[in-house]
Nanobody, 126 residues
């Protein structure tokens, strides 16, 4: 059983940066693939970025590629999302998710994840 807790959300002006953290407890995260999803008001939950167990393979949605960086520190049992050059379209609640069995092609499917955090709000002002 894995418990996930996000932190680092907040309000920033367009062009600003934030770093989200997802701290895991209850189990070591090394075997888990982990991802960030977000849900904007009135929208479905969408994939943002994912990282495989070792942390060496990363995947991004086209909308954030080149601006966001996902990383995984297995020693600290924490995953991060560095978000640069934020724009108002990035405003959403950001969730972290983890799963041990997920395959690469399913990283973007929320239904494939067993463990979720409660979310952290990111607001980008225009």
């Amino acid at each position: 059983q894995v418990q996930l807790e996000e932190s680092g959300g907040g309000s920033v002006p367009a062009g600003g940066s934030l770093r989200l953290s997802c701290k895991a407890s209850g189990s070591r995260i090394y075997p888990y693939s982990m991802s960030w999803f977000r849900r904007a008001p009135g929208s479905e939950r969408e994939f943002v970025a994912g990282v495989k167990g070792s942390g060496s393979s990363t995947y991004y949605a086209n909308s954030v590629k080149g601006r966001f960086t996902i990383s995984k520190d297995n020693a600290k049992n924490t995953m991060y999302l560095q978000m640069n050059n934020l724009n108002p379209e990035d405003t959403a609640v950001y969730f972290c998710a983890a799963d041990r069995q997920i395959i690469t092609s399913s990283l973007g499917s929320p239904s494939q994840y067993d463990y979720w955090g409660q979310g952290t709000q990111v607001t980008v002002a225009s």
